[in-house]
């Protein structure tokens, strides 16, 4: 719930502005502050979907020792590595836009989003981007699609250990608890 209030509470000041006024236009400073944010939580949602399949793949595979494996303590670290993780990854990215060269007149923003889209102060750039694409690349693929491909492993366990067990009916009731 808190990924998803920031996430609204980010873009909320340009979508109005977009919606109810037709304005398109951010200031430059003010585009860095709402990328670092929305990417970031965006990377916090990707990680909390992460935390909630090895929730269930916990539950599933040893539903006896859920207490013991996931307490408070451990809880809270992993919503602090979340945080951590994607604030530590997303810190560079205003910096790495901050220090292009932008064509005159070119340092205000104007939106094709109801957002501040990367690739749009990228392009208004008169300089080399390379590195800020390259950056981007891997903090996708770092987040996202690390995030995405372990996901996939985890359930892919959860499968493992449903068919392993005895009868249909104890099958049925574990899939009943991922779904």
Not at 7 to 21: D, E, G, I, R
Not at 36 to 46: D, G, Q, T
Not at 83 to 109: E, H, I, Q, Y
Request: charged fraction near 10%.
């Amino acid at each position: 719930a808190f990924t998803d209030v920031g996430l609204t509470l980010s873009t909320l000041p340009t979508t109005l502005a977009v919606l109810w006024f037709d304005y398109n236009l951010i200031a430059f400073n003010a585009c860095l502050v709402q990328l670092f944010f929305l990417h970031s939580f965006s990377a916090v949602e990707s990680s909390v979907l992460l935390a909630m399949s090895f929730d269930r793949f916990v539950a599933i595979s040893k539903p006896l020792h859920y207490a013991a494996v996931l307490t408070n303590a451990v809880i809270i670290r992993i919503g602090l590595a979340i945080v951590a993780r994607a604030t530590v990854s997303l810190f560079p990215l205003p910096f790495l836009l901050k220090r292009l060269n932008f064509c005159p007149g070119k340092k205000g923003t104007l939106l094709s989003h109801s957002f501040c889209f990367h690739a749009d102060v990228m392009k208004k750039a008169c300089a080399d981007i390379t590195i800020n694409i390259r950056y981007g690349l891997y903090v996708v693929l770092s987040t996202a699609g690390v995030d995405s491909l372990l996901i996939v492993l985890s359930y892919t366990l959860i499968l493992h250990t449903v068919m392993g067990l005895a009868s249909p009916r104890e099958r049925i009731r574990a899939l009943n608890t991922c779904i």
